[in-house]
């Protein structure tokens, strides 16, 4: 299978004061195209950062990021954001709707941002997306109309609308009961079954059944890698 990612050496420090905190060690990681990858570890052990990292979020301090063949290490803010905006979908934890909107005007701020001109293709996008979570016809609700677990499967919609290449999942159950927990990585394994790249991080033990690729992390170190 072909790297959809490969990063080489990558570190992230943060300043407090006049200390220095190493939060990423010199990580090198790979992604399949087509694969499920679970990043797993305890609070604090760097998973959302290096997450934030691979979706171009945050910058590292050091290393190289090569993305679907294009090295991404050098990119401006403007091409970060443009990047992101085609190639990436976000999920997480907290659903980060917008409550004076609408559903359907929440899924199409992405096709806005990436400069689709044509209101019918971006209502096209926002139904085929929606249709994609089973809530199509909650196109003009608003998300304080809907549970905990409609609003997750609304960020998916979201996360999905401009047909990323993969899909970056920080912690997407850890505001959720754990039966709509499972009910929306159940959607996430369906969306990778169908080809699409998933990185999730967690502490949930119960999701690392769904990798195709389990990485352990602690202390901004990959400890262990499984092949699933």
């Given at each position: ?151 997750q499967r609304i960020s998916i919609a979201r996360a999905l609308v401009n047909n990323p290449d ?63």
């Amino acid at each position: 299978m072909t790297d959809l990612i490969r990063v080489e050496g990558v570190t992230k420090n943060y300043s407090l004061g006049k200390e220095k905190f190493e939060v990423l060690k010199g990580l090198d990681f790979r992604v399949e195209k087509g694969s499920f990858v679970v990043i797993m570890g305890k609070s604090g052990s760097g998973k959302t950062t290096f997450l934030n990292l691979l979706g171009l979020l945050d910058k590292f301090d050091g290393g190289k990021y090569i993305y679907n063949g294009t090295d991404v290490t050098g990119m401006s803010d403007n091409q970060r954001s443009d990047f992101r905006n085609k190639n990436l979908g976000f999920i997480f934890q907290q659903f980060h709707l917008i409550e004076s909107l609408n559903i359907g005007q929440n899924i199409e701020l992405p096709l806005l941002y990436s400069g689709v001109s044509d209101k019918n293709k971006r209502v096209k996008a926002v139904k085929e997306a929606l249709s994609k979570v089973g809530l199509l016809e909650k196109i003009r609700n608003f998300p304080n109309q809907l549970s905990g677990g409609q609003q997750q499967r609304i960020s998916i919609a979201r996360a999905l609308v401009n047909n990323p290449d993969i899909i970056l999942a920080d912690e997407p159950t850890g505001a959720l009961d754990s039966k709509t927990g499972y009910e929306i990585v159940e959607l996430l394994a369906d969306l990778n079954r169908q080809g699409k790249t998933v990185i999730m991080v967690t502490h949930d033990e119960d999701l690392k059944r769904y990798a195709s690729h389990l990485v352990f992390l602690k202390d901004g170190v990959f400890i262990r890698e499984e092949e699933m």
